[in-house]
């Protein structure tokens, strides 16, 4: 079942006086080498590499006609081969049919998020479109080793703005309804025969409503119900009878808690908790169901495994790498894929037999990372200027002191989302040109409760954005930063923060830099996808409604304060995201060139919701470092030949 608890992450603080002590013990007075933009955000080598359930082969993705596409080899073999052939965008999301004989994996059009279904067979390599919808979009509802020859879709073929459910024969290619939207299902939950028996609903006042049924012909009821002011929560699974749940919700607690409910009773016990951070991910048997484990995500990922008998397995696997865990494991169990992330170099993966308690070495996905020297990620955190517990990120350069540093505050997006500690490509690309970065969990980000999701609401370009004020004066007082030059920066939320920054509070910042970022919310709401209008009521509670709160809308958007513009912007836009339209980046373009106010603006031709094609993610860092550099100071790498921006300048 493909159905599982949002991740929630989350950190814990660390004293400013700490982090010092381990930059000045880091810090060098020779410069570390200058990584090449090509060796951080060109394509990995190898990543995500997946077993197949009858555990005799491992499928992963790899560079072929320039784009990443699925390879599989026979394990213990050395038969490596490519069975997909995109040509442009690149695979990012695949997965193994039950049979072990076919590849299933998603691809939108020059990032439209039309995603439709493909799949490969391992022996002839070719390739069938199972969704062949045009301007439909695919969403995986469920796949089931114990019926590998059916998968569960949602298409929004009727209605672009509802998903109903179909039945789609793998061996034929038949598509056939099995469940209908009624009008207000957001998403949908199966049993482990793979029948429809949940729904999630979002109401109209922002409330969220679970509905369920004994079996497919079984009228639906309501099971239960939560307020709009508790944590996002859904249902995770079904127990291994399918007379139970387990359910995520923040309902009598700050946190959202996993709960097992029986679905004919309602009992509910509650199986893990945290009074501060949201349940993370589950951890189930791959043929059972069985529940296994679960984790928070504090500082790092931590899992409590409730099965004795994989109890030994998680001990020696903690005694292999440093690092946070995840995995994927064959039917029967014998053979896990494990990955480990850690903060300062690529991720590694080892093939894990549990027989032997042995592990091996597979590959990690950027080798070339491991040449260079990276920078440690430390937790922050700090009171806001209402009292608020704010967590973050601070990376430092390894080869400098840490004391009045030029910084990047890199601002994440949802902003229902969250940073988190491991690699992150970028983080390391802007403290190896000399820069610290600040990355902040502001108020409405996810992972620490409804009550710190809650106090974003109605926030947008105001508490929230005083956060991300607060972390850089902190930064400031602390020593880190030179108050002088500080860049904020960002993609969706955070480019609407970035431009928020340069708008709202010219004063703070030494320029910005805004990809896929909203300039004006009356437009944002008025253009979101069709599919997203079960989470309209999302919007009116938590950033405003646009039938009858304009004018406050506007109040909170960056194009009405263009004029206060004084510091260099950098904007960047995918010419076809569904979800902030091109006209975010032209309006607030335009407005600034009627001003005679400067401004950089790169347009991504066939981009949507961020840069998919590794030419364009070059193209962009080479325009980005070029702007950082002349703004802040640190160090460049000339653009090569295949990374010029100046067609892309608009």
């Known amino acids: 079942m493909l159905n599982a608890v949002l991740t929630r992450l989350g950190c814990v603080a660390i004293a400013a006086a700490t982090i010092l002590a381990a930059g000045n013990t880091l810090a060098t007075t020779d410069p570390v080498a200058l990584i090449p933009r090509e060796v951080l955000f060109g394509n990995p080598v190898k990543a995500a590499p997946q077993i197949s359930p009858d555990g005799t082969m491992l499928a992963y993705l790899a560079p072929s006609n320039g784009v990443l596409n699925v390879w599989v080899r026979t394990l213990g073999k050395e ?18 049919r039950g049979n072990s004989k076919h590849i299933l994996y998603l691809q939108d059009q020059d990032g439209d998020e039309n995603n439709h279904v ?35 879709v949602g298409l929004n073929l009727k209605d672009r703005r509802l998903h109903d459910v179909y039945r789609v024969n793998l061996k034929n290619g038949a598509v056939d309804l099995d469940t209908e939207n009624p009008g207000d299902v957001s998403s949908w939950g199966t049993d482990n025969k793979m029948v429809v ?41 079904f127990t291994p009878n399918n007379r139970s749940i387990w359910l995520s919700s923040s309902v009598g607690a700050n946190a959202s808690r996993l709960l097992e409910v029986d679905l004919a009773t309602s009992k509910t016990k509650v199986i893990a908790e945290d009074p501060q951070y949201d349940i993370g991910g589950l951890l189930t048997n791959p043929k059972t169901n069985a529940l296994e484990g679960y984790n928070f995500l504090r500082a790092r990922r931590e899992w409590t495994i409730l099965d004795k008998k994989i109890q030994p397995d998680f001990e020696y696997l903690k005694t292999v790498r440093d690092g946070d865990i995840g995995f994927n494991r064959c039917l029967d169990d014998t053979m896990w894929v494990v990955s480990y992330v850690v903060d300062n170099a690529p991720v590694s993966y080892y093939l894990f037999g549990r027989a032997a308690k042995s592990a091996v070495y597979l590959f990690s996905n950027r080798p070339e990372l491991e040449k260079y020297t990276l920078a440690k990620v430390q937790p922050i955190s700090f009171k806001s200027r209402d009292g608020l517990e704010i967590h973050g990120y601070l990376t430092l350069p390894p080869d400098k002191d840490p004391k009045n540093l030029p910084m990047v505050l890199n601002v994440h997006g949802g902003p229902w989302g969250r940073d988190s500690w491991g690699l992150d490509n970028e983080t390391q690309w802007l403290a190896n040109r000399g820069y610290a970065v600040l990355q902040v969990n502001f108020r409405g980000s996810t992972g620490y409760g409804k009550a710190h999701l809650n106090a974003g609401d109605r926030e947008w370009g105001a508490k929230m954005h005083d956060d991300l004020i607060d972390a850089k004066n902190w930064a400031v007082k602390e020593g880190y930063a030179d108050p002088r030059k500080v860049v904020v920066y960002g993609g969706s939320y955070g480019g609407y923060a970035a431009l928020v920054g340069v708008t709202f509070t010219p004063d703070e910042f030494a320029g910005g830099i805004a990809v896929v970022g909203p300039s004006n919310l009356v437009t944002l709401i008025k253009s979101i996808p069709p599919y997203w209008a079960p989470m309209r009521a999302m919007f009116d509670k938590r950033v405003g409604k646009v039938e009858t709160e304009e004018e406050f ?7 009405t304060k263009v004029d206060q513009i ?85």
């Open 79 to 96: 038969d490596d081969r490519v069975i997909t052939t995109d040509k442009k965008r690149g695979i990012r999301t695949y997965f193994w």
């Open 118 to 152: 493909y799949m490969t067979d391992l022996e002839t390599t070719q390739t069938r479109d199972m969704t062949p919808f045009q301007g439909a979009k695919a969403e995986i509802v469920d796949v089931n080793w114990n019926m590998p020859d059916t998968m569960l």
């Open 197 to 237: 028996r949940t729904a999630e609903v979002l109401l109209p006042d922002g409330s969220t409503e679970i509905r369920a049924r004994s079996n497919a012909k079984s009228p639906w009821k309501v099971f239960t119900s939560w307020g709009p002011d508790e944590t996002f929560g859904g249902v995770a699974g």
């Open 553 to 559: 809308l506007k109040s909170r958007s960056p194009i």
């Open 566 to 650: 004084k510091v260099p912007l950098l904007i960047a836009q995918g010419a076809n995201d569904p979800r902030v339209k091109q006209a975010e980046a032209d309006q607030i373009v335009d407005a600034m060139r009627k001003k005679n106010i400067p401004v950089t603006y790169l347009l991504f031709p066939d981009e949507g919701h961020g840069f998919a094609r590794p030419e364009n993610r070059l193209k962009f860092y080479a325009a980005a470092e070029e702007f950082l550099a002349k703004v802040l100071g640190g160090r460049a790498e000339p653009p090569s030949a295949k990374e010029n921006f100046d067609s892309l300048k608009k």
